[in-house]
């Protein structure tokens, strides 16, 4: 065995890993993140990304969501961040409740028949933080560079190799961190998303799920429209199906006619690691520690501070050790 680095390894560059990253070092921890891609490579790039535990069935969700909006909102408040606050519609076709999370919110109103496009029953009109993520992710990068953290690209094939020379390992590598776990019970789910030029919109649209492998939303982003989604559970492919993007497009257009001929400049894919619970837990391997910090589905931006914080503590000790 190898003498022991006295810094952190973070395994994962991607909203998690380096939120993870930035909360450590700017708490006085000395860390370094080994990621295959880096940040702007990730598949979070291809997240759409506004806050909410999207996706997430979790009694802790609530504590790490709560502690990410505050983190959120204050960045939207500075600029070069890649956050904004935006007003928005969340709606459904067949009247039912709301996402459990708009209760956290302090203003949520409902949205009146005039309000709601063609073949919606109910919504809820609310400001949430929404997130342009190859900016966001290059705010992270850079605040975790002047904290003194430094990324090395580099592929890991196992914790128990880290494990011979770190103390101290967080395992954030999305779905790929299953692997690493041994974790049978994570699960990749494919999802793509369209980015268009901006038609003049002003408020993001959600349509509530409908069981289906299809998702409903455009949210704007400057001077783009981000346009989703899909859902396909069981799939870590990459390659972009052009006819599921435009079916993304076609299925936006019916709520928002404008985006019919918005032009398109870019499809991402991402791969959500979707697990029946967040895993958020110390163990131990080999005589190191590792915090495991993965299974966020589609909720990995609006888990990640809050996540980020409970890691800390674990790495520090101040946490006992276990978790789901």
């Known amino acids: 065995m190898g003498s022991f680095s006295d810094e952190v390894v973070v395994v994962g560059a991607g909203v998690t890993g380096l939120t993870t990253a930035v909360h450590l070092a700017e708490n006085g921890l000395s ?56 007003w928005g519609v969340e709606a459904e076709r067949v009247p039912g409740l709301p996402s459990g999370y708009l209760s956290w919110l302090p203003d949520v109103q409902d949205c009146g028949p005039r309000e709601l496009p063609d073949g919606f029953r109910r919504g809820w009109r609310y400001e949430t933080p929404v ?11 850079e605040r975790f560079r002047l ?36 974790d049978g019970e994570l699960e990749a789910v494919r999802g793509e998303i369209v980015v268009v030029e901006m038609p003049g919109l002003s408020e993001f649209f959600i349509e509530l ?22 859902w396909y559970p069981g799939r870590a492919d990459t390659a972009v199906d052009w006819s599921a993007a435009r079916e993304i497009v076609r299925r936006c257009a019916r ?31 080999d005589g190191a520690i590792v915090i495991h910090n993965y299974g966020h589905g ?27």
């Open 31 to 86: 860390v370094v993140v080994y990621s295959r891609d880096r940040p702007g490579e990730t598949t979070s790039c291809a997240a759409a990304a506004f806050w909410g535990p999207h996706m997430v069935d979790d009694d802790r969700a609530k504590r790490w969501g709560l502690f990410t909006l505050e983190r959120l909102i204050e960045l939207a408040a500075r600029p070069g961040t890649g956050v904004e606050m935006l």
């Open 147 to 182: 904290a003194g953290g430094r990324i090395e690209i580099a592929e890991v094939a196992s914790l128990s190799e880290l494990a011979d020379t770190a103390a101290v390992i967080v395992n954030c590598a999305g779905h790929g961190a299953g692997v690493l776990a041994s």
């Open 298 to 324: 589609g909720g990995g931006v609006g888990l990640s501070w809050g996540c980020a914080r409970d890691a800390f503590e674990l790495v520090t000790a101040k946490a006992p050790v276990g978790g789901a």
């Open 209 to 230: 799920d409908d069981g289906s492998n299809e998702l409903t939303y455009f949210v704007p982003q400057g001077d783009r429209v981000v346009l989703g989604g899909t």
């Open 255 to 285: 709520i928002e006619p404008r985006l019919s001929d918005a032009k398109i400049l870019d499809v991402r894919v991402g791969i959500r690691p979707v697990r029946s619970k967040v895993r958020l837990e110390r163990v131990d391997l």
């Open 131 to 141: 997130v342009e993520m190859p900016e966001y992710l290059s705010h992270l990068e």
